[in-house]
């Protein structure tokens, strides 16, 4: 299948953002299952006589298998800057669906023993992977696809898409739960939601094979402006920018990651608030998180992304804490509003820092320098975060340390932010590597994006 080229105003905004959502929101749902079945997970795959150092362990696999995102970023960043975004996007879907679905069909640690630990292991290395060159790929795409004005939000669905799943993960792991009996689902019913990722991913394969090359793409290789090399040639020129990224993103890893994959079993294990009850007032959160997201990528097309940002890592620094002292009131309430807190809190910059990593970058390097960036601060935080978070609450005894860890890391990349990054609403896309990544002028704003998408081959050139 050869991928079609079109202006980005004759492209179908709803098949543009659904096509370039569509795999970010299936990997994400892989993710999403796998931190709500925690506690199962770790009766399923580790001896049941320590259970605290059963749930350690699947949170440590979690984990480990976020290691492997570089190298996916790596490789379809490769591709994606040097063949194709949608290809590049295609391969990372099909291989995330299909290690999800793997997942449902491996043997439990009463079958196989050591061995079940170890092919689950394998598998989660295969979704990092994918993952590694799902997400930035995806925001580069709509970025570049995006018409004038609408940049922020169009990339704020692709974050959006990554915290819908954990609500369609919740329903789907409510729907098996209430239907079976609890002996039912530790046998097999928490197959199911694993399962479902074959045709989730066959979905997203489809629409992925209809979609268009953005047009500032397909002009960036008609002028034959492609390094050799775009991952040399953005740390080369582009590595202030990605440290710029790296502490952004730093924070969405580590906030997004308690609620998406910690909070679940925070809410369960400190709390003692039930099952489905903590599923249930989760989804709510991550509900409002997502139109929070929306709204912060409508705000940062009107007003800016550095205020936008801004405004949300204060917040984080400000009422992480209480949010979490919110939850330990003891009432059903006081856990669904302090959930709902803290996601407000890190929506700003979770719906914002996307569509800022795409505007810093060249187009021949965007993909590989926005995947690299990304996937380094997401190994070292996001998925240590669950089990950072539960290793501090088991070690300190306080309840709001997972809270007092994010705000900390939102502080610091906060200072950074605010000292070296310039506002980059109205950033032309187009532009080369060599004018892109000129000290003088990284960040800079340029004129703004007449919307036309297409590219200057002199600029191209540098």
């Known amino acids: 299948m050869t991928a079609t080229t079109s202006p980005p105003g004759k492209l179908s905004n709803r098949r543009t953002i659904l096509g370039g959502a569509v795999g970010t929101l299936t990997e994400y749902y892989d993710f999403a299952i796998y931190g709500l079945l925690a506690p ?48 590049a996007l295609t391969g990372a879907i099909l291989l995330m669906a299909a290690a999800t679905t793997a997942i449902g069909l491996l043997p439990t640690y009463a079958s196989v023993g050591l061995l079940s630990p170890v092919l689950l292991l394998i598998c989660r290395c295969l979704q990092s992977v994918s993952n590694g060159g799902e997400f930035a790929g995806a925001t580069s795409y709509l970025a570049e696809s995006a018409p004038r004005g609408k940049r922020a939000l169009y990339v704020s669905t692709v974050t959006a898409s990554s915290a819908i799943p954990s609500v369609f993960a919740i329903v789907i792991i409510l729907t098996v739960s209430l239907v079976l009996d609890d002996t039912a689902f530790a046998s097999w019913g928490w197959r199911v939601p694993f399962l479902l990722a074959a045709p989730l991913g066959l979905v997203g394969l489809y629409l992925r094979m209809h979609l268009a090359e953005p047009e500032v793409f397909t002009h960036m290789k008609a002028a034959g402006a492609a390094p050799r090399n775009p991952l040399l040639t953005g740390i080369r020129t582009q590595w202030r920018k990605m440290l710029l990224v790296f502490a952004g993103a730093a924070v969405t890893a580590s906030s997004f990651y308690i609620v998406n994959s910690y909070m679940v079993s925070y809410t369960q294990t400190e709390l003692g608030v039930g099952r489905n009850a903590s599923l249930f007032m989760n ?56 959930q709902v807190l803290f996601c407000l809190c890190i929506a700003p910059v979770s719906g914002v820092v996307p569509a800022l990593s795409a505007e810093l970058f ?13 996937n380094l601060a997401y190994t070292v935080f996001a998925g240590t975060a669950p089990y950072v978070a539960a290793w501090l609450v088991s070690s300190t005894g306080l309840l709001v340390s997972p809270a007092v860890y994010a705000s900390s890391i939102a502080l610091v990349a906060g200072v950074a932010i605010f000292f070296f990054l310039q506002e980059t609403g109205g950033t032309v896309l187009e532009q080369g590597v060599e004018t892109a990544g000129h000290p003088g002028r990284a960040g800079a704003t340029r004129p703004p994006d007449d919307g036309s998408g297409r590219e200057a081959t002199a600029a191209l050139q540098g």
């Open 40 to 87: 199962t997970i770790a009766s399923q795959f580790f001896p049941e006589t320590d259970p605290a150092a059963a749930l350690l362990s699947t949170f440590l696999i979690f984990a480990l298998g976020f290691l492997f995102r570089p190298l996916g970023g790596f490789i379809f960043g490769y591709f994606g800057d040097k063949v194709g975004r949608t290809k």
């Open 283 to 338: 989804g709510t959160a991550v509900v409002v998180f997502c139109l929070a997201i929306l709204a912060a990528g409508h705000a940062a097309d009107r007003f800016g992304r550095r205020p936008v940002i801004l405004t949300g890592l204060a917040a984080l620094v400000v009422l992480g804490v209480p949010a979490f002292l919110l939850m330990q009131t003891g009432h059903l309430a006081g856990v669904l509003l302090g």
């Open 362 to 374: 060249p187009t021949a390097v965007r993909y590989s320098c926005n995947s690299m960036s990304y």
